[in-house]
């Protein structure tokens, strides 16, 4: 089955920093969408963005799909601690009937 | 509220005693789904229903059934647990894959 691989596997930075987070995947795609799992807790939805879309906004996220090259991005701007979490990716592609996910993107904002 | 409700929470059980986990959502959602998550491995599906009475394998559906008798109801059940089945688990619904899918709070399982 198609899996979305998240990148990097990690990242730390300082509050108020921005983050970014990418996701590639492997066969076409009719939706992505990008969840958020605090530790050990449920998965959180965060933005489903539509194989025709490019860009969509939610408070301080920004998640890019570019179909061509089977990438996305997450953006959170103005990082707050609150937002340590995995984050991952999931995709449905054409003819599938399951969701499946990256492995996720550890980030920790530092106060 | 939107709910997914997923028992129990945590459970420690002992090889071979059979279990099920249960799954209820609220929102009429026809799409429910179970997966699980390992370290290292991500999130896996286990199972899928897209209706009542129409269920279907994921990734890895060996040594576990479920049944949908019932649209809010999609309950996970391991029949003869074994210590690789200890993992957490979550359920998920959506009204179809096109829109957004909720999960639950996830139940920890460990067999001993």
Redesign the interface.
């Known amino acids: 089955s198609q899996q979305g691989e998240e990148d990097p596997q990690a990242l730390s930075i300082q509050e108020g920093e921005n983050a970014t987070m990418n996701c590639s995947y492997k066969t076409s795609i009719n939706n992505l969408q990008w969840y958020r799992q605090n530790s050990g807790r449920g998965l959180v939805h965060l933005i489903l963005i539509r194989s025709n879309e490019r860009e969509k906004h939610s408070g301080r996220l920004r998640v890019t799909l570019d179909t061509s090259k089977k990438s996305s991005s997450l953006l959170i701007t103005a990082s707050r601690a609150a937002d340590t979490a995995s984050y991952f990716c999931a995709t449905d592609g054409t003819g599938y009937s399951t969701l499946t996910f990256g492995k996720g993107t550890m980030l920790l904002v530092s106060p | 509220e939107a709910q997914v409700t997923q028992n129990p929470r945590y459970l420690i059980t002992v090889t071979g005693k059979k279990l099920t986990v249960t799954c209820s959502q609220n929102m009429n959602h026809e799409y429910m789904?179970w997966?699980r998550q390992d370290p290292?491995?991500?999130?896996?599906?286990i199972y899928?229903s897209?209706n009542v009475e129409v269920t279907?394998k994921?990734?890895v559906p060996e040594g576990y059934k479920v049944s949908r008798k019932e649209k809010r109801n999609f309950p996970l059940i391991l029949e003869s647990p074994s210590p690789n089945q200890t993992s957490?688990y979550?359920c998920?619904t959506g009204q179809g894959?096109?829109?957004?899918?909720?999960?639950?709070?996830?139940s920890?399982l460990t067999v001993v």
């Open positions: 789904s997966y290292g491995l991500g999130l896996r599906q899928y897209m279907d994921g990734d957490l979550f998920a894959l096109g829109n957004t899918i909720y999960f639950g709070e996830g920890w």
